[in-house]
């Protein structure tokens, strides 16, 4: 119900917008966030948009470079990257919650994407 794409190669300093579109519940009444996880690493949240008031939450570490915005009537949320690090590079996850206040826990989450890869060179 969750399809993410757009990831790719890109070198540090570039650009690129990931997205996730939503089918049967999740077009509905649900906040929307993106996690990412690194090699080696645990899955960590980046960011999320809230579904009643569209408000937005960053991890400090994407916060200035990464802009999440929804678009409804295409039922799709996409995640612009700007200025790419290597420490970005990760498989990106959309993931949709029903609460529409901020949850950053991964267990907040009800479904998932399958995860779309993002490799960011030096």
């Known amino acids: 119900q969750l399809q993410a794409s757009g990831g790719g190669l890109v070198q540090a300093g570039d650009s690129l917008r990931l997205s996730c579109a939503a089918s049967g519940r999740t077009s509905g009444s649900y906040s929307m966030g993106w996690f990412r996880q690194a090699p080696g690493k645990e899955r960590e949240f980046v960011t999320m948009i809230s579904y009643r008031d569209r408000r937005t939450y960053y991890a400090d570490s994407v916060k200035g470079r990464f802009t999440i915005s929804r678009d409804n009537a295409k039922s799709t949320v996409y995640l612009q990257m700007n200025s790419l690090k290597p420490m970005d590079t990760a498989v990106y996850y959309c993931?949709?919650?029903?609460?529409?206040?901020?949850?950053?826990?991964?267990?907040?989450?009800?479904?998932w994407g399958q995860g779309t890869l993002v490799t960011v060179s030096s």
């Open positions: 993931a949709a919650t029903p609460f529409y206040q901020v949850k950053t826990g991964a267990s907040a989450y009800t479904y």
